[in-house]
Structures are given as structure tokens and as C-alpha cells.
């Protein structure tokens, strides 16, 4: 019966188990992400199972079968940590690719140390033989010195072995696969120092090679069209052999307490390994960035069920760290959105109010336009309209237009576009379903209340208003309106990174040019301004009329009023004894003629063309930065001070 300090012997059938599962992967010629180093145990004890949850493994089984009991003295030479222990079993499976399999897995694992301050060394090897003739023999090894000062990890492989191939991408169909047969040999080898603390950094030698490429099984038809030859024709690889070989820079964070069966901790591992053309044969320079990153958290007392967090990364064209326009959409534009409403709803109720006060509303219209001040603030908060706009934002903003015209067509975090369609990553799920549409809800919502402001004014412009030709702001007392564009900076800011956004990454990952994007720019400037100051156009008949109705009235109290002057000074009219100089009809010709000038001068918009070109102007600050990818930086500075100089 197992004991329950029996851990480490436990560890390395653990790690057997590991060695036949991973030589199942390499007999497919297929690595699982973070499988470049064997699992290896902490030197600290683990945790004591719960009651009446010791372990029991297959040894224990056949003991008791046999009634064949430890004596105390088997009992600690078993846990004896000086001691090497050694685990050996038969690798039985089937798989599609591979067929039968069946072979051998052995496992050695020692202290290097204390096992209370060294990690346990293990050793995992692997011969398999498949029904489709295919032969793998594997090394893994990870190595740890005393209190972990030091470290070696590797990752050794030589297969002759066979596999479909379907081209690059996640797109490719079943009918895709053309069978290929071929050499692998890997040669994967780290060394790691502790620097400071529990990190440890090292270097690496990575070396991969496939040889004796031929077509496989019922492949010969196909072979010349198929994937492989189609890419390295392309790029002026050899078809019968490929090599690549690197370094590579690393650096490993490992706080678990038990790396084979952990219960509690982290792993953080970061490789950058670039590979060099020539370097040992190697047929072309690349570079690979792999990030590793798993926790564990306990789903019971007992810690017996247990769920693991892994996220694993590489290195596409667009990265999500360097995805410029998701973050601007999140980080920038999602922000100027909700303060935006915060600004708008704070400048348009004054605005609104300012209908009464200023009297343009008639005490006869004061029920019907608190009755439209009603029915808007209704349409605003409808439960039903947001309902309509989150389907509409799945159904078409994400499910379409978004990953038919918006997504890059590179390979990116989010995913690869094939056939016209964006195939997205796990990640680019979670965007899709969460991170996008929240961000074109609070979008459409504004566009939703766009429309509500354009309506409400639409309905004020068809009452009876009081306007005044005569008024000083020019545009019969409703001046006041073209201060509310100014509140929808911030709208028209988000716009604008938005649009900046999209265009960094087409310059940045797609080879794109700004002059490109003009009509884009243009474009983008003539909504916005629409939309922000075209619903004042409604008043635009109202503010016709009532000039065309001041320019005739005031043009018959000026015709009244020179005949009048004109009868009196010059005709002879005036009493003897009125003096010209210091009369007070010399005044009132000219109050009356500037108050026709300013009834002639009447705009029939409540808004000017200086606040047109502000708005326009803060529309297009986010997308200046974005000059610099056509002229750098000093040679901008040099024109600039050779035209103030």
C-alpha cells in the first residue's frame, strides 16, 4: 500500500504517464505548446491528501492482489530521496494519424540536492512503432542543480514517420490533406542560471531538421499542387530537405509546488529564439517568440480536483500587444464615449431649457413642447431600442461588416482570414463576443441619440416659434444652438481615433499609405459635421421666413421713416428753431439702418462657419500623429523652423 509520503515515486509513474502521452504527440510529428521541457517536481513536499484519499497506484494493486505487504524497511528505502527512481511501462494507443502504436516509455528521477530546496531531475524516454510504419524515439530531460542554482532543459527527437499536411492556416477542409513522408530530427537544449531570487535565465540551442520529404501514401497525384510544394517553390526552398537552427533567449518563473501534479503557483516562461539562413543548413531567417504562463486552482478540499489556467502564445504579423487600433478602440475611444454623454447631457438640458427662457417658445406651445421634451427622454431610455441595438451589433455589426471589411487580411491574434472570411482564434472569440460589441453598443447608441436629437428638433422647428430678426447673434435668437456642437468634442474626438486606429494598422501590418485614406478623412469630417450640425438645419425654413418677413418689414419702417427725414431736413419741414446737430432723428436713421443690416445679415443656419472649422479640425487631430509615417520627426521640425526662420 502506497504511503502517503510516497510522492516522488508517485511523481515519476505520473511523469511516465506524461512521457506516453507526449510520445504519442511525437509520433505525429506534432509538439503541444510548452512540451519543450518533461514536467519536473518541486523539492518541497506536497501537500498530505485528504483523509481517506491516500493515492494508490498500480504497484500498490498487484501487492495486494498477491498479499504481499511493504516491511518497514522497503517502506523507507521507497522514500528515500538519495535514491534514483525509476519508472518503466509499455506505450499502448491508436490514433488516426499514426495507427496502432505500441512501444516503451522510461522515466528517471533524482535530487541534485535537498529535496527540501532542489526541484526533483527527471529524465523521460520514449520508443514507439506504429502500424503505418512510422518509428519515434524521444529524450526529454530537465535537469536542476543544487537550490536550484542552475538548470538544463531538452527536448530531443528522431522520427521516421509519415503525416497529412493541409497547408497553413485553421481554414483548410478534410479533402485539403495530401500525405507526406519524411525525416525529423530535434535537437531543443537550454541552459538556465538563477539570477536573482526564484527567476532563472538562460540560453539555447535549437536545431530542426526534416529530410527525405517525399509524397506519402496515394500523395503522388497531388504532390506537385499540394501545400508544401506550392510554399517552398514560393520561397525558393529545397523540396527533399529543410533545415532551420538558432539560439534563443530565455527567461522562467516557476513558483508551483509541484510541477508534475501541482497544487497551487505559477509558471511563467518567455522565449525569444531567432534562427538564422545558412547557420547549420538552415534555409531561410525567421524568428520565434513563445509565451507560456499556467496556474492552478483547487476545486475541493482534499486539492484532488484541481483546474488549470494555460494560456500559450506565438508570434503572428499582428500581435495583440501591437494591435494599435483595438487598443485605441478600447483604451481611447470607449472612454471618450462614456464622457461624452457625461458633457452632452449636461450642455443639452440648459440648451433645451433656453427655448423657454428666451422666449422663442409662445406660452400657446408650452404644453406641445413639453410634451416633446417627453416623448425623447422616453425613445432615450426605451429598453426596447438598446435590446434592438445589441442584436443588430451581433448580427450584423460583428457577424459582418466588421469581419468581412474591417479585420486585417494578415494573420493576427484575433485570427486569419481565408475564402473571405475571418477564422477567428479563441481570443478573437472573446473579442467578438464581448470586447467588440460592447464597444459598437455604446457607439450605435450615440448614433441612436443622434437621431433622437435630430427628431426632437425636427418637432420644435414645426411649432410656432417666436424669432426675432433684428437679434444680435444673427439667427432670430436661436444662436444659442450652434454652442451645442461644442459639447460633442468628445464624440467627434472617439471618431477620430477610431478612424486613426484602423489606418495605423493598414500603414503598420498591410503596407498601406496615408494619402491612401483621403477619402476616408474627407468622408469621415462630412458625417460628423452632419450629424452634429446638420440637425440645426431644421430651423433653417423657420429662420428663411423670418428674414424674408423682417427684410420686408423693417424695409417699410426705413421707407417711412428716410421719406419722413427727408421731407423734414431736407425738404424744409423742420420748425426754424430745431438744431441739426445734436437731433435725435440723426440717431434713429442710423439705429434703424443698422438694424436692417442686421436683418439683411441674417444666417439662415444658428451656427457659424468658425465653429464648422473647429469642429472639423478636432475630427482630424487624432489622425496628425500618423504624418510621421510619411516624414520623420526631424525632418518635420527642419521645415517647421525653416518657415518660421
Known sequence: MTTRRRAPLFAAGAACGVAILLGAAAADGQTAPGADAPAVQSGAPAPAPAEGTEPFDVTDLIRKLRHRELTPEQRAAALDPSKRMYAFAPVIGYKPSSGVLIGVAGNIAFFRGDPQTTRISSTVASLTFSSLKQTSLSAKFALFGRDDRWALDGDNRAQWTSQNTYGLGTTTEPADQVNMKFDYFRLYNTAYYKVYGRPLAGVGFHYNAHTSVEPGKDAEAGWSESPYVTYSNTHGFPLDSQTSAGTSVNLRLDTRDNAINPDRGWLGSVSYRPFFKGFLGGASTWQELDLDARTYRALDAGRRHKLAFWFWGGRVTLPFLYDVEMH??????????????????QRLGPTVRAFVTRGVIPDAARARFDALIGSAMRLRNSITAEVLLIAFVYIVG??????????????????????????????????????????????????????????????????????????????????????????????????????????????????????EFKVEMIGLVAVMLFAVLGPLLVFTPKLAAAKRTGLGEYGALAQRYVREFDRKWLRGGAPADEPLVGSADIQSLADLGNSFEVVKGMRLAPFTLQTVLQLAVVTLVPVVPLTLTMISLEELLTQVLRMVF
Request: charge should be positive; include cysteine.
Open 328 to 345: 485605441i478602440r478600447l483604451l481611447l475611444a470607449l472612454p471618450l464615449l462614456i464622457v461624452a454623454e457625461l458633457v452632452v447631457n
Open 398 to 515: 460583428v457577424g459582418f461588416i466588421w469581419r468581412t471589411q474591417m479585420a486585417l487580411d494578415v494573420a493576427t491574434w484575433y485570427g486569419a482570414h481565408a475564402d473571405g472570411r475571418l477564422h477567428p482564434s479563441l481570443a478573437g472569440w472573446w473579442m467578438g463576443c464581448v470586447s467588440l460589441p460592447v464597444f459598437q453598443f455604446l457607439l450605435l447608441r450615440w448614433y441612436f441619440r443622434l437621431l433622437i436629437w435630430v427628431r426632437f428638433l425636427w418637432q420644435v422647428s414645426r411649432l410656432e416659434l417666436t424669432l426675432v430678426p433684428t437679434h444680435p447673434d444673427r439667427s432670430g435668437g436661436l444662436g444659442f444652438l450652434g454652442l451645442v456642437g461644442h459639447a460633442f468634442v468628445p464624440l467627434l474626438l472617439a471618431q477620430g481615433t477610431i478612424l486613426a486606429g484602423t489606418i495605423a494598422n493598414r500603414i503598420f501590418y498591410a503596407g498601406a499609405k496615408l494619402p
